[in-house]
C-alpha cells in the first residue's frame, strides 16, 4: 500500500533518516521542520497520515495535533522523546490516533503507519461511495458505521477518530456488560498497550464529551469501580 505522509520533524537527522526509509519502502514522502510548515503542506496535498514530532520549535505538535483534529480526519501518530505518560495522554485527549517514543523500531513505525493509513482510507472510501449509510440507533444519538460520525436528533455530526470509532464499536458489541480495561484494549487492534496504559480511561472521557454523557453522572458509559466499563444506553424507541 503507497502511503501519503508527511513527516514533522525539526532534528534534521531524525527526518532525513525516516524520509529515507519511507521512501525505500515505496511509500509518497513530505517533510516539514516546523507545525507552520506542515500546516502549509497539509492545505495543499492531500495526506494519508502525519508523523508528529511532540517538540517542535514554535508551535508544538500538541497544538497541531487539536487543531488538525478540528476540520480533519487525517492519521496522526505523535512522537516524543520522553517516556511520559501525561504527555501521551494529553496528546490522545488531543485527538491522536497513536503515538510513539524514541528510539522507535522504523519496522514497527511502518507497520504501524500502515495499519493507520489503512482505516484512514477505507473510512475515506465509504464516505464517498456509500451513499445508504450503515446506521446504528442508540440512546439519542446515531452512529453512521461507513463514515465514522455521531449523529444528534438535529442531523448535527461530530466525527470519531479511530480510537473513539474502536472503542464505541466494542460498547456497542458488548452492550449491557462490564468490560475491563484489559479487554476494552484487546477490542481496538493493531496495538500493542504497556503495563497500566490509561488510552482506555482517555478514550472515554472523549466519547462521553461527544455523547454528552455527563462525567459526574453518566447515564451512557458508566464506570464500574474495580471492574471497568459498562456501556448502558437507553432503548430506542419504535417509529
Not at 36 to 63: C, F, H, M, N, Y
Not at 92 to 115: I, Q
Request: negative net charge.
Amino acid at each position: 500500500m503507497d502511503i501519503r505522509i508527511l513527516i514533522v520533524e525539526d532534528d534534521d537527522t531524525t527526518r532525513d533518516c525516516l524520509v529515507e526509509y519511507f521512501k525505500v519502502e515505496h511509500h509518497q514522502v513530505l517533510a516539514a521542520r516546523s507545525a507552520e510548515e506542515a500546516e502549509q503542506i497539509l492545505s495543499e496535498k492531500e495526506i494519508d497520515l502525519v508523523l508528529l514530532d511532540i517538540r517542535l520549535p514554535g508551535k508544538d505538535g500538541l497544538t497541531l495535533t487539536r487543531e488538525l483534529r478540528a476540520g480533519s480526519e487525517v492519521g496522526i501518530i505523535l512522537v516524543t522523546g520522553r517516556q511520559d505518560d501525561i504527555e501521551r495522554i494529553i496528546g490522545l485527549e488531543c485527538g491522536a490516533d497513536d503515538y510513539v517514543c524514541k528510539p522507535f523500531n522504523p519496522r514497527e513505525l511502518l507497520a504501524r503507519a500502515k495499519n493507520l493509513a489503512r482505516r484512514v482510507r477505507s473510512a475515506a472510501s465509504h464516505s464517498d461511495t456509500n451513499p445508504t449509510s450503515n446506521i446504528h440507533r442508540f440512546d439519542d444519538w446515531r452512529i453512521d458505521l461507513d463514515r465514522r460520525v455521531l449523529l444528534n436528533e438535529q442531523d448535527q455530526q461530530t466525527p470519531l477518530t479511530h480510537g473513539e470509532y474502536q472503542l464505541l464499536c466494542a460498547f456497542l458489541r458488548h452492550s449491557g456488560q462490564t468490560l475491563t480495561r484489559d479487554q476494552l484494549l484487546d477490542q481496538i487492534k493493531n496495538r500493542e498497550w504497556a503495563p497500566n496504559d490509561r488510552t482506555i480511561d482517555v478514550l472515554v472521557g472523549r466519547l462521553r464529551r461527544k455523547l454528552k454523557d455527563n462525567p459526574a453522572s453518566p447515564g451512557i458509559i458508566l464506570t464500574m469501580h474495580g471492574a471497568g466499563y459498562v456501556f448502558t444506553p437507553r432503548p430506542v424507541p419504535c417509529r
